[in-house]
């Protein structure tokens, strides 16, 4: 199975469940660029448009990429203007982005063919920037989530999906990315019991059934009892943005 068809029937739990991205992280990518209202925005891989929403409200003209026809329909029931496009082949003219951004789905295309047609569409002196909310394990709950969910066999196996902060640097400078700095935002979800279910239930590499999908049920359960509050549990997050400018 291709990472496009992986999110098949998951488009409504991951448009309700997922977390957004603080105020804070989109500053930062438009900081310098001009007024918003001005600025032409392409992301890629936009899934439900959880973060292309977060550009249309500071006023920019927004074009939603994303593959998978659950998760675009979703993003289009918005309002949001949602093309049916990859990264390697975005079918969007040279130099006509401002900004070009990536939220939660580069380590999809996380490959030198992506890079080089993401900097194709952006402008000279444009901006790209890549997004990820990491889970801080430094949070008790976040923690025991995260060792019941990565080391999944299907999550193992899942072909091209690649991440890590040293290969998003490579790609990013040997693409001819200039001024790559980033910065981390801390950031947090709240979640009740249906919430958690949910957002498991978004996760792509997430077994559906049998005896994988019985134990992992059981552990998250488990971190639920031990780790609510009042019947809810904080996901902490620490969204990291990588960023620079086109030549």
């Known amino acids: 199975m291709n990472g496009v068809r992986r999110w098949d029937a998951r488009a409504g739990d991951y448009a309700q469940y997922r977390p957004s991205y603080p105020g804070e992280a989109i500053d930062a990518i438009l900081d310098g660029m001009g007024p918003s209202k001005m600025l032409r925005v392409v992301d890629v891989g936009a899934g439900t448009g959880i973060s292309s929403r977060l550009f249309v409200e500071r006023g920019a003209r927004v074009i939603a990429v ?14 949001l203007d ?39 569409v952006l402008r000279p002196g444009g901006r790209l920037a890549i997004v990820f909310n990491e889970r801080d394990d430094n949070d008790p709950f976040t ?32 693409g001819g990315l200039q001024n790559l700095r ?43 009892e031990t780790y609510n509050t009042e019947g809810e549990i904080k996901f902490a997050f620490r969204t990291d943005v990588y960023f620079g400018e086109r030549a």
């Open 143 to 174: 923690h025991a989530y995260g060792e019941v969910v990565d080391n999944m066999a299907d999550r193992m196996a899942i072909a091209g999906y690649r991440n890590g902060s040293e290969l998003v640097r490579r790609l990013l400078v040997d």
């Open 182 to 224: 980033l910065q981390s935002f801390a950031h947090s979800q709240r979640l009740d019991y249906d919430g958690l279910m949910g957002r498991l239930r978004s996760t792509s590499y997430a077994p559906r059934e049998g005896p994988e999908h019985v134990a992992m049920l059981e552990r998250v359960n488990r971190a639920f």
């Open 66 to 79: 994303e593959p998978n026809a659950e998760m675009r329909t979703k993003a289009e029931t918005s309002g």
């Open 82 to 120: 949602v093309r049916n496009a990859r990264a390697d082949a975005l079918g969007l003219p040279d130099a006509s982005a401002d900004v070009v951004v990536c939220f939660q789905a580069f380590h999809w295309f996380a490959n030198s063919e992506s890079v080089r047609e993401l900097l194709r």
